[in-house]
């Protein structure tokens, strides 16, 4: 599956510094506004200590994980919506994304340059929150303006359509009001249909506190009910200097368990709505992405299409079965290995081997 998140946020919070660290390759980060004009793309492997947990087992020929896309999109000042700055790319840049991680300012730092009429060790993460999701609203607000006068036209030719037309209306105030479209109450129905308005704020949306070395302990207050990751930035482009012994090291003087880097990438997973199953034999431990609640045809499908189209059965043992008996051998003899049909529902670290016919 292509999923892809967009970094975002004002002008040097640290967004291209973060996504430097995050994708290990350099992308531009400097300190003046608009260091970062056309994104820069770079695909982040999701941690998961149970792939090498499965290789120890099957000796396999490479490991390969989960992945996510991140996008480091331009920063965005106040006025976006009408164009300021580089508003127009940004929100078009951003449009294209599954979901959107923001970058917010923790950090103090009298050096670093910030939109006009702001002070350089000003620092609001609130009201920075708040600049970006305003201009997210009043983008969606134009779009749907634009889209209500067709759709009001078409839903009279197509009832069909009238779901997409009434929701789009409920809309228009419930943004008017400053909400995100995401936090309205509709009926699956509606919500189906909101997707088709392709509006900025009905995608899932995840905080970065781009904090001091010594704020990494810190606990913050929620923004728009999320609560902000804490990461240093400078932290973590540091750690990408180190080999894996001195990281281990650096890490533990900061006591920390893990990266920020990995607990972002695991956070975007989640919010995605994913969760991973795996196949392991003598060529690759490989973990598959599949939504939440996908079915084995589904989750065949990933893997190829005409596993999808010809799915016959799945063999599968959970993940605690396949470890703890030492395989697919140790599950066949203990009468751990189940032979699933359509109707099945994978379950996140499901080890699964497909049986098609096309």
């Known amino acids: 599956m292509a999923l892809s998140i967009g970094i975002v946020g004002l002008p040097n919070v640290g967004k291209s510094t973060l996504f430097t660290a995050l994708t290990k390759k350099g992308g531009l980060a400097a300190n003046y506004p ?8 770079g695909i982040v492997d999701v941690p998961d200590s149970r792939l090498q947990k499965l290789a120890d087992i099957v000796h396999p020929g490479r490991i ?12 965005l000042v106040k006025g976006a919506s009408e164009g300021e700055g ?18 917010v300012r923790y ?19 609130a009201g920075d929150a708040d600049i970006i999701m305003t201009e997210l609203i009043l983008a969606d607000l134009g779009t749907l303006e634009k889209q209500l006068p067709k759709l009001e036209k078409e839903s009279k030719r197509d009832k069909e359509l009238m779901p997409k037309f009434n929701v789009a209306k ?9 909400n995100r479209a995401s936090t309205m109450e509709m009926t699956d129905e509606e919500r189906i249909a909101a997707k088709g308005l ?12 781009n904090v001091d070395e010594d704020m990494l302990g810190d606990d913050f207050a929620p923004i728009d009910g999320v609560t902000p ?46 969760q991973s199953y795996f196949t392991a034999g003598e060529m690759e431990v490989k973990a598959w992405t599949i939504p939440v609640g996908a079915k084995a045809p589904q989750a065949a499908g990933v893997i190829h299409s005409d596993f999808e189209r010809g799915f016959i059965k799945a063999e599968v043992a959970s993940y605690e079965d396949y470890v703890t008996l030492g395989g697919e051998g140790g599950c066949k003899a203990a009468g751990r290995l189940r032979m699933e049909g359509k109707d099945y529902v994978v379950a996140d670290g499901d080890v699964m081997h497909f049986r098609f016919n096309v």
């Open 34 to 41: 608009f260091a970062t004009i056309d994104p820069n793309v």
């Open 64 to 75: 390969v994980p989960a992945a996510v896309e991140f996008v480091d999109i331009a920063g």
């Open 86 to 103: 580089l508003g127009n790319q940004f929100l078009a840049n951003i449009r294209e994304t599954d979901a959107i991680c923001e970058v």
């Open 107 to 125: 950090f103090k730092d009298p050096n670093v340059m910030r939109e006009v009429g702001r002070t350089a060790d000003f620092v609001d993460p």
């Open 170 to 178: 409920r809309l228009v105030d419930w943004l008017n009001e400053g």
């Open 198 to 209: 392709f509006l900025l704020t009905m995608k899932p949306i995840l905080y970065v506190a």
């Open 229 to 274: 990751i804490p990461i240093c930035a400078k932290v973590e482009a540091e750690l990408c200097d180190l080999d894996a012994e001195e990281a281990a090291e650096y890490l533990e003087s900061l006591g920390l368990e893990q990266p920020g880097l990995d607990v972002l990438a695991q956070a975007a997973y989640k919010l995605l709505g994913l």
